[in-house]
């Protein structure tokens, strides 16, 4: 396999024939593209405190609105009223509610320094209480454009709730608010669209987001696989490790399951099929690799940057917390792939057919460069918000430089467009959950609702910890994941927190984790069915083997919660202790779950004993690696012994099963 061959997918499945995203022409494909540029100044103004473009970025409130009025429209050009509209044009009642919702914003960019000085979100005169209304209809109708019909009945609801709260049952009971003032407090105060989720896109994400679509525009993705290739290709079960590898890497730059599953599936599961996995397992393994790929730092999903807001913490300590977690998750997926293929003897690529390292490396070295920078501006400067301006000019400098991947005129509008796709889409769930935590807020429920599922679980830890991972599956499902995140963080991190005594970090990402579960575990497993759509598989055998194989990230959200050492909140003896028998407990798990032990063999060698060793093994391996003590009844000490008296013996029967198994070379 040549560069050129490793880097070519084949033309099958379009993201946009699954996200259902419009094909724009003419103007209309210069408005995402315009606005996506004056995007990027105004932010650069502001960040930068550059005053250059005081009319916008003096007042912080006024630049939060614009960046509302720029990009939430675009998602009546972009997405379409309803499945059976049109795909390649846009239709005259878009174009109109498109300029509807260009005016509705504008109104509040104008009026932002009115809303602050005179306290408009207490009390508005009646245009801007009209007008107020008009936003909040148009961004639940964004909402369902870009998120979904199921988001967007929870947005809609959730934000009446105010107006009914006094009557609701017990639990849910909360301070009623009239239609009026309902509407201003979404609109205008800091709690509602322009809220928490709002400002940490505006300060962070903006940024990363621009650094990832430069980093593929710029051929980051194809470098990449090459690269995997080249390292991979050829070893056992090669092509399938590759996924691992590359979607691990492009995480970083797309933040997204879907558009991971469509960058590197396309190569990396025909290339599966080829050495002898069949087309649901290759599906899985590229879905399990590009859910892991987005919890992968050092720049995960938007979520991550929100979480950093909510928190209070720098976004460099998320990101070094996810380390072990993700290092565990892969480390897991890697194993059972390896097991999978010494089991069932699947060979890699031949080398002839793999890019070469040095070739590749000549060709992409600067990617490498890139990220050392921006994880050196991160973790030891402390430069957030702008780190990824100064990583995403160095790329393009070099990038323009040399002339592998040189852009043209086309490459800088195609980045735009691109660029304009994905914050129109985050820009439209973000003020959308900024409706339901509003509507929390303004009743008063966000803080009694922690007290109530503290009682709900009897104060029991475990079971507040179980309802919390439910939750956030569940929502999961309806929602995306940012969504999921951000109610839950309103709703069910202070129950954790205060309830149970966790630390705040680890509850944080315990429920992103769940969140993420989602695109994996059928009935829903967006992620999976993706890729089953790349290789030809059926859906639901797809969502299947994806959950057994990325089997390891159900329970490592118990284990950092449980003992925050994992994500380096403790001492250092405590942190090695910890992670050493967390990866050894991995080990046995995944090696268990493929039927397949590095350094034993084949579990399988004995029929009867098979099922048996496996379940042991899987046991004892939980059990090694759950910390003991705090919530869990037993001590770490006990919990090793137990693990032990598992784990020995298993091993003990499998070695001798496959000793049994193997001709006497004297016989012979």
């Given amino acids: ?11 099958t499945v379009k993201p946009e024939q699954i996200s259902g995203i419009r094909t724009l022409s003419g103007f209309w494909l210069w408005v995402p593209r315009l606005a996506t540029v004056a995007l990027t100044l105004f932010t650069l103004d502001y960040l930068f405190n550059l005053q250059l473009i005081n009319i916008i970025t003096q007042v912080e409130s006024q630049f939060f609105y614009t960046v509302v009025a720029l990009m939430l429209p675009l998602v009546f050009l972009l997405w379409p009223m309803h499945r059976f509209s049109t795909l390649d044009r846009v239709p005259w009642y878009d174009a109109l509610l ?3 919702a260009a005016g509705i914003c504008g109104f509040f960019v104008f009026n932002a320094e009115q809303i602050l000085d005179r306290g408009w979100e207490y009390a508005a005169p009646r245009y801007a209480v009209v007008m107020s209304f008009l936003f909040w209809i148009t961004v639940v109708e964004a909402v369902r454009r870009a998120g979904g019909l199921p988001i967007a009945i929870i947005v809609g609801l959730a934000s009446l709730y105010p107006i009914f709260a006094d009557v609701m049952p017990g639990p849910i009971q909360g301070f009623p608010s009239s239609p009026e003032q309902t509407a201003i407090y979404l609109t205008m105060s800091r709690e509602g669209i322009m809220g928490i989720p709002l400002q940490a896109f505006a300060n962070l994400v903006i940024g990363f987001l621009l650094f990832g679509v430069a980093l593929q525009q710029t051929g980051g993705g194809k470098f990449f696989i090459n690269l995997a290739f080249a390292l991979l290709g050829h070893v056992r079960g090669g092509p399938a490790k590759v996924a691992v590898f590359s979607s691990g890497l492009m995480g970083s730059m797309s933040g997204s399951v879907i558009t991971n599953v469509m960058t590197t599936g396309v190569m990396s599961i025909p290339a599966m099929r080829r050495v002898g996995f069949s087309r649901s397992y290759a599906a899985g393994v590229e879905a399990c690799a590009s859910t892991g790929g987005v919890l992968m730092p050092p720049v995960m999903g938007a979520t991550a940057f929100i979480m950093a807001a909510f928190l209070n913490i720098p976004y460099g300590t998320i990101a070094m917390a996810a380390v072990v977690p993700s290092v565990l998750y892969f480390l897991g997926l890697f194993i059972q792939i390896d097991a999978y293929a010494a089991k069932h003897n699947l060979k890699g690529l031949p080398a002839v057919e793999l890019p070469s390292i040095k070739q590749t490396l000549k060709e992409g070295w600067y ?6 920078l921006l994880i050196w501006l991160l973790f030891f400067l402390r430069r957030e918000a702008t780190a990824p301006f100064f990583a995403t000019a160095l790329l393009l400098i070099i990038n323009q430089i040399l002339p592998y991947q040189r852009w043209g005129w086309q490459e800088v509008k195609n980045f735009f467009s691109a660029s304009g796709k994905l914050f129109a889409e985050l820009i439209a769930i973000l003020a959308g959950v900024g409706l339901l935590v509003g509507a929390l807020s303004v009743t008063g429920l966000s803080g009694t609702i922690a007290n109530d599922l503290i009682f709900l679980a009897g104060g029991n830890t475990l079971v507040l910890l179980m309802m919390g991972a439910l939750t956030s599956f569940i929502l999961g499902i309806g929602m995306t994941v940012t969504a999921a995140y951000i109610f839950l963080a309103v709703a069910l991190a202070p129950a954790l927190i ?9 509850v944080h990402l315990f429920i992103l984790y ?7 575990t059928p009935p829903v497993a ?3 069915f993706a890729a089953a759509t790349v290789a030809g598989a059926r859906a639901m055998e797809t969502g299947l083997q994806a959950m057994r194989l990325g089997s390891v990230i159900y329970f490592i959200p118990f284990l950092f919660v449980l003992n ?3 994500i380096f909140q403790g001492s250092w003896d405590e942190v090695v202790v910890v992670i050493t028998q967390a990866l050894f407990g991995v080990l046995l798990i995944a090696g268990a779950m493929q039927g397949y032990l590095l350094g034993i ?3 399988s060698a004995n029929r009867l004993l098979e099922w048996p060793i496996r379940l042991a093994l899987i046991a004892g391996g939980m059990l090694l690696a759950i910390p003991g003590g705090g919530p869990v009844p037993l001590t770490n000490l006990e919990l090793s012994l137990i693990s032990a008296a598992l784990i020995i013996p298993a091993l003990a029967l499998a070695w001798l099963a496959i000793k049994r198994q193997r001709p006497d070379p004297a016989a012979a």
């Fill in 1 to 11: 396999m040549s560069s050129t061959q490793a880097s070519t997918p084949p033309e």
């Fill in 98 to 100: 498109f300029v509807a």
């Fill in 367 to 372: 990617f490498i460069f890139v990220f050392a």
């Fill in 498 to 506: 205060n309830g149970g005594g966790m630390d705040p970090l680890a």
């Fill in 514 to 520: 769940w969140g993420m579960l989602s695109f994996i």
């Fill in 526 to 528: 967006l992620g999976a």
């Fill in 564 to 566: 925050p050492a994992l």
């Fill in 601 to 603: 063999g084949n579990l």
